[in-house]
């Protein structure tokens, strides 16, 4: 069976021979397969095999090799300086035209070449120093670990690399990583310090000097990083921003006596140093982080630049900083042994990075103040202050070109011995412009050039200085001087009379305030807004002095942008301003512009393009169509409508009217009220004989006399004014007929009531309590409690009144069970009361000789109470008013019945209108609005 | 324990006192009197803890200053002054007569009075919200029930009195009423027997 | 023993034996009842409170425990007590008002216990069963305060109630709020089909407990309700049959 695989692209089946699809044309297998051998695929939880990353180089891209054999080359030639310079100043396409093979000088991507063993350390190593507390060991070769190369040792997926022990220390923070400062070959070597130098405060040494002492190379040495270093040490005071290029430039031996300690350093390197610290040797104060970043984001009055002059305090450490910013100089005499949180004397920032120590005669109080030299300081804080001294800055810048050319092939021999590839700090310091030079100059690209070139475009004139201190005490650039001032500013400003420092590594424009665009040509569309947003103009700028743009703090550093390993790899930017220094004379191509400002043996941008444009802007927005929008609309409402809360129905309440029901009120108590009060007996009585009335006049009437009949009262004292009239008549005729009452109730208020009903019906018979009735009171437990008197009533009613028991009285003399009253007689209004009644007492009173049982009830309970009269069990029944009167009329009585009926009657029409009329208004109401209901619905 | 003594009390009496209802004769008509007038002692005691429920209520709203503390206040004033005289002089003594002819009587009466009204608007009220057949025939036969309760001013409908209201009071009106007194004697029926199963507790507990 | 007590025995015995019986065959008795609007607004209602922190009202009526009616008092507070386990966690503790003594015990007996089983003991506060009168319209005028001032957005009337409950349904209906009411009493209902948005008739005052979901016993209960009057119903026609025959006779 013949193996296929499958193609990763499109799909098709392949047979398991072919490399490439025969569909696609893609292939088959993994890019590893590239390796042709030189490993195989990993599969997963295979733990690789170990490489060499020598081997590993056919893997590498076809530019990227070639840009490796390019750089080889450049390794193992010695340029003159013009040769480095043209590795900075020569345009991009005249880079292409050399083989790509051939490099630049600056190919950064040349690290992957690991036939320099010596120089080779590992590729993050300049980032794994970018960490504090760790040692300086630039200098020391005999801190290298001993073992395989770095670059031979196989990297395993198990393991971190190790340090090779051939290799150099670690790099210090802003240390270049040894493939790049392998680049410079072994003149190279010492050039580049840790990044931490760049912070510390260097001795005015002019940026030439690091030029001089081995930055620019004709080979593809970074030489332009040790011109910073150089600069850093030369210039001491700056009136423009300060250049910022990395140790690489300078070929400065850090430990070499002729690194200068910078007395200045970019405002952003300078800001981090301590605002008062001005030692030059041996402490080498930090500022604050944070106190820098209050004064850049405005927190403090005091400038960045100015305020670290004051600060005393340490934070950052020679450590911290790459060994291409320190001043190898000073870090070998003075930092060597010294704890790891020493701080970074002034001497041992590059020159670059400060103002010139011979042409500036303040660069020692620059030093002291680590004031950097706007030339050295980026462009977008030199720009600030380019306005305001463009002349010097022009002086400046050609200062640094000069002398960094002298320098470079000098720096170049001094560090070939080293090890240690990373930029120094005074190499940068000690860089000066003016000794840059022409040829140099020339082969800088354009970029870099311009970048050197004063707001006014007129190039720095002046050459004489030695070197070009990469921060010198200038006008302090506009950038800054926006920045809020602290107070107690150290005073002591000597670029007065500071010669002009180096030419910035950056043009001035660039990072000029005014120019926001040149600004965000650097940056891209991410510069920050209040860096993009600092006015060169601001007033605060225009009062300062150009000696109080950077701190007088030793290692104090402004701030900026690009992060420390670009701001390292920049090469001085006066170097490249020269526009004879880099006449084509080199093939190579040099970025002028951007972040690879000086920069040499980059990728040219293209044929007859000219100079190297920055990239586009590219808006960050999105191309949303109108339908995209329209979704996007739709579903941004979709989850806005899910936090609102939906609009809830109510359910439909009818309000109450209170005007309707005064207006019935008040009907009532007219109409009511007038006809009770005028007793007009407009009404008819009723006429009609009821059986059951009938019956119940009947049995009272043959009641045996001189009885005791039991009446009980069970109904509320708020029916008693219909009770009073249905009873009234009833008990009347019973106490005519001589009848001893005996009184109960089974409601808590009923023994009270009778006696309210006995006093306002039947006060004319003048009945005597104990003699003519007996009120029993209260008879407890409902139906149980009936049941059990009817049962036994001496045993359910056991009270005694005053005294004595109630048996004993005449009413009770006779009874001694319920069979002995002569009748029996409920009243109530509650269905309950008078069925409890009745059906407890059906089975004793249903025996032959029992009372009769008498109802007189409510015109509410009649309907549930009458079944028990037509079954037989209620003898007689009496209900409502209407009964009252009947019997009242057929008694030829005249009572309540007689006197309310004329009222209950009108009261009864008055309600039947008012519902009437009320009921079929409201329902047309209902209607319509159904009707609109169903209307709406429809 | 206590979880279930409450039922167990409860299931024993009630089934005590429902076979002394039908078995008369026998001791268990004795018991059934004992447990009635045991639950009359504490009908009368729970009566008493009832006011003292009450008055913690009112002074806890005299206290907290309240809507209607001072109604509040007043009840409380007038309980203790009525109790007070009840225990004293008795409450059948002519000052405790007096205060119930004055203040229950009269109120009482009052609030019957205000049913009046309230009924009536009612009637007016109940198409307003429920326009349905049902609706109206129940007011249409609370109109003839009324028309038929007394002979108009001046005038008196014939055959209504003696004819028409009496089929609607006694026929209809009584057949229904029989019919949902039925289902309410039904359903107390059950609701007493899940008590003495022990199936729903009024009494508390789960 | 005489025929109609030995006919209530009887019934009763029947009424035992299919309460029972029927409650044991959980599976095979499916119950299935007609939809009563009054129950679903009842939900709707106490949800309601629940979520506007408002007060609900139970008001049991003043039929004591002691009577006839004691039935429709227990019926009320199984309502009250099964209304309170779903509502416990409002803002506001419901309101329990009685027109009896020992009915107003049984009410603070069932809140307590409703709170436990809701897990919300804490929030029980005994003020919260109240008895408000002891006769009849004097519970009224001791309901009526709360219904004005005490926040209560659904009134839940069931009980024992007589004419009196036209006056709580009327303050209820000016207050705007949620009224269920039902009561045993004739008169009452009559009232309360006037004045009341959800009134109950006739029996479904015993019905609460099934709608409510108090447990299979009072849906079973129910069933036998339904059972036992169709056999009233047939025990009638066969009676009116056989007296008219024997009329016809």
């Known amino acids: 069976m013949v193996e296929t695989i499958n193609c990763p692209v499109c799909g098709e089946v392949n047979p398991i021979e072919l490399v490439d699809c025969n569909k696609c044309g893609r292939l088959l297998r993994q890019t590893t397969s590239e390796l042709d051998g030189v490993g195989e695929l990993i599969n997963s939880g295979q733990i690789p095999t170990e490489k060499k990353t020598s081997e590993l180089e056919m893997a590498l891209p076809a530019w990227l090799r070639g840009a490796r054999e390019g750089d080889k080359d450049d390794e193992t030639t010695k340029t003159s300086d013009d040769s480095s310079l043209d590795s900075l100043s020569s345009p991009p396409p005249q880079a292409k035209e050399s083989a790509p093979t051939k490099a630049a000088p600056l190919d950064w991507l040349a690290g ?75 003149s190279a070597d010492g050039n ?215 320098e470079m092939e000098a720096l170049t021999q001094e560090q070939a011995s080293q090890k240690e590839s990373v930029p120094s700090l005074d190499m940068a310091v000690d860089a000066d412009e003016n000794k840059i030079s022409s040829a140099i100059k020339a082969e800088l690209p354009d970029w870099i050039s311009e970048m050197g070139q004063p707001a006014t475009g007129s190039p720095p004139e002046s ?44 043009e001035d424009n660039v990072f000029s305030s005014s120019t926001d665009e040149n600004v965000d040509e650097i940056f891209g569309n991410e510069t920050p807004d209040w860096l993009s947003s600092l006015d060169p103009t601001d007033e605060d700028l225009a009062e300062e002095e150009p000696d109080d743009i950077v701190p007088k703090v030793d290692g104090n550093l402004s701030g900026g942008e690009l992060p420390g390993w670009v701001q390292a790899m920049r090469p001085v930017g006066t170097a490249l301003s020269d526009p004879s220094a880099g006449s084509g004379e080199s093939d190579n191509v040099t970025a002028e512009s951007g972040p690879l400002a000086g920069l040499s043996g980059i990728l040219p941008s293209g044929l007859d393009l000219g100079q190297i444009n920055k990239p586009m802007a590219h808006s960050l927005k999105l191309n949303v169509s109108e339908s995209q929008q329209s979704s996007a609309t739709i579903l941004e409402g979709l989850l806005a409508s899910e936090s609102k809360p939906g609009s809830f129905k109510p359910q439909t309440k009818y309000s109450s009217i209170p005007v309707v029901r005064w207006l019935i009120a008040a009907l009532l108590f007219l109409i009511v009220g007038s006809s009770l009060l005028s007793q007009s007996h407009m009404t008819p009585s009723p006429n009609i004989v009821v059986p059951e009335i009938r019956d119940t006049i009947e049995i009272i009437n043959q009641l045996p006399e001189a009885g005791s009949a039991l009446l009980v009262f069970d109904y509320e004292a708020a029916f008693s004014g219909e009770m009073h009239a249905v009873a009234a008549p009833l008990i009347d005729h019973l106490m005519l007929r001589g009848e001893k009452l005996v009184i109960l109730s089974t409601l808590p208020t009923g023994p009270a009531l009778a006696e309210h009903f006995l006093v306002e019906t039947q ?42 028991s109630v048996w004993d009285f005449p009413p009770l003399a006779s009874v001694a069970t319920l069979s002995d009253f002569s009748v029996v007689i409920v009243m109530t209004a509650d269905v309950e009361k008078g069925r409890a009644w009745v059906e407890q007492s059906t089975i004793p009173l249903g025996e032959t000789g029992s009372p009769p049982l008498l109802m007189a009830v409510s015109a509410q309970a009649e309907p549930i109470l009458y079944p028990y009269y037509a079954s037989g069990q209620v003898d007689g029944l009496v209900s409502g008013l209407s009964g009252g009167a009947t019997y009242e009329r057929l008694q030829g009585q005249s009572g309540l019945g007689r006197k309310y009926w004329d009222s209950y009657s009108v009261g009864l029409l008055l309600a039947e209108i008012l519902i009437a009329v009320g009921a079929m208004v409201n329902l047309l109401a209902a209607l319509k609005v159904r009707q609109a209901r169903n209307k709406d619905e429809g | 324990m206590s979880r279930y003594l409450s039922p167990i009390i409860a299931i024993s009496v009630g089934l005590l006192v429902l076979l002394g209802y039908f078995l008369t004769e026998g001791a268990l008509a004795g018991v059934r009197v004992t447990f009635v007038q045991w639950a009359v002692i504490l009908a009368g005691a729970a009566i008493f803890v009832g006011v003292l429920n009450l008055l913690s209520v009112h002074i806890k709203k005299i206290r907290e200053k309240e809507k209607g503390g001072l109604y509040s206040l007043l009840l409380i004033a007038s309980l203790m002054i009525t109790l007070t005289l009840g225990l004293v002089l008795g409450p059948n003594h002519s000052t405790m007569t007096n205060i119930f002819n004055a203040v229950i009587f009269p109120v009482e009466t009052s609030l019957m009075a205000i049913m009046a009204v309230t009924l009536i608007y009612a009637g007016i009220r109940l198409l307003r919200y429920r326009n349905d057949l049902m609706a109206i025939l129940f007011l249409a036969t609370a109109l003839v ?27 209809l009106a009584a057949s229904g009423a029989r019919g949902i007194l039925l289902g309410v004697a039904l359903g107390a029926l059950l609701t007493g027997l899940r008590v003495l199963i022990g199936a729903d507790r009024p009494y508390g507990g789960k | 023993m005489q025929t109609s007590a030995l006919a209530g025995l009887g019934l009763i015995l029947l009424s035992a034996i299919l309460l029972i019986g029927l409650s044991l065959l959980k599976e095979r008795v499916k119950a299935s009842f007609r939809d009563i609007s009054a129950f679903t607004n009842l939900n709707k209602a106490l949800g309601s409170a629940v979520e506007d922190g408002t007060r609900i009202h139970f008001s049991l009526g003043s039929a004591g425990v002691d009577n006839p009616r004691t039935a429709a008092s227990f019926s009320s507070l199984s309502v009250l007590r099964h209304s309170v386990e779903f509502s416990a966690s409002g803002d506001k503790p419901p309101l329990a008002t009685s027109g009896d003594a020992a009915l107003a015990i049984l009410s603070q007996d069932n809140l307590h216990t409703a709170y436990r089983v809701a897990g919300a003991e804490q929030q029980y506060k005994a003020t919260t069963g109240r008895l408000a009168g002891m006769t009849p319209f004097s519970y009224a005028a001791g309901v009526l305060p709360a219904i004005y001032d005490e926040d209560i957005s659904a009134n839940i009337l069931v009980g024992g109630f007589g004419s009196e409950v036209g006056l709580l349904s009327d303050a209820a209906e000016r207050k705007q709020s949620f009224i269920l009411a039902a009561s045993d009493s004739l008169p009452a209902q009559a009232i309360l089909y006037a004045n009341a948005q959800e009134p109950l008739i006739g029996e479904e005052l015993y019905a609460t407990g099934a709608y409510l979901k108090a447990g299979r016993a009072h849906l079973v209960s129910l069933y036998v309700q339904d059972v036992l009057r169709w056999l009233i119903i047939l025990a ?14």
């Not at chain 1, 070197?467 to 002591?492: C, K, N, Q, R, Y």
């Open chain 3, 236 to 249: 009638l026609l066969v009676g009116a049959a056989m007296k008219i025959l024997a009329g016809l006779l």
């Open chain 1, 463 to 506: 050459t004489d200085e030695v070197s070009i201190p990469a921060f010198t005490e200038v006008e302090e650039p506009d950038l800054v001087a926006s920045l809020p001032t602290v107070e107690g500013i150290d005073e002591e400003k000597e670029t007065e009379d500071a010669p002009a420092p180096g030419t910035p590594l950056v």
């Open chain 1, 112 to 186: 992957l070449d690991n036939d320099d063993d010596e120089d080779e350390e590992e590729a993050a190593d300049w980032l794994v120093n970018i960490q504090d507390n760790l040692p300086i060991e630039i200098e020391s070769e005999e801190e290298v670990p001993v073992g395989i190369p770095a670059s031979e040792e196989p990297i395993t997926a198990t393991e971190a690399p190790r340090p090779s022990d051939e290799e150099e220390p670690p790099l210090q923070t802003g240390e270049l990583p040894g493939w790049l400062s392998d680049l410079q070959g072994e």
């Open chain 2, 145 to 171: 029930v009324m028309l038929g309760a007394a002979p108009l001013p001046f005038f008196e409908i014939p055959l209504f009195g003696d004819l028409i209201r009496p089929i609607f009071v006694n026929t």
């Open chain 1, 192 to 406: 580049f310090e840790a990044m931490s130098d760049l912070l510390s405060q260097k001795s005015s040494a002019a940026p030439k000097d690091v030029i001089d002492e081995g930055g620019f190379e004709g080979d593809d040495n970074l030489d332009w990083l040790s011109k910073l270093s150089k600069e850093a040490d030369a210039i001491s005071s700056y009136e423009e921003t300060p250049s910022v290029h990395p140790d690489s430039l300078s070929t400065t031996d850090p430990d070499s006596p002729d690194f200068k300690e910078a007395d200045s350093l970019p405002d952003w390197m300078g800001d981090l140093r301590p605002a008062g610290e001005v030692s030059t040797n041996e402490t080498s104060p930090s500022i604050p982080i944070d106190e820098f970043s209050a004064q850049l984001s405005g927190e403090s009055d005091a400038s960045p630049i100015s305020s670290l002059a004051e600060e005393s305090r340490p934070l950052i450490t020679r450590d911290d900083l790459p060994d291409w910013l320190s001043s190898e100089k000073e870090a070998s005499s003075e930092d060597k042994g010294q704890p790891e949180q020493t701080p970074i004397a002034a001497s041992d920032l590059p020159d670059w990075m400060t103002e010139s120590a011979e042409e500036l005669p303040a660069e020692e109080s620059v030093g002291e103040s680590l004031t950097p030299s706007s030339d050295d300081l980026p462009d977008w804080i030199a720009s600030n202050s380019s306005e305001d001294n463009p002349a010097e800055r022009a002086d400046q810048v050609d200062d640094f070109l000069t002398e960094d050319a002298l």
């Open chain 1, 763 to 804: 006060s004319s018979h003048n009945y005597q309590r104990n003699d003519e009735y007996l009120n029993l009171g209260y008879l407890p437990g409902g139906p149980s409690g009936i049941l059990s008197f009817i049962t036994s009533p001496r045993i359910a009613i056991t009270g005694k009144v005053d005294g004595t």
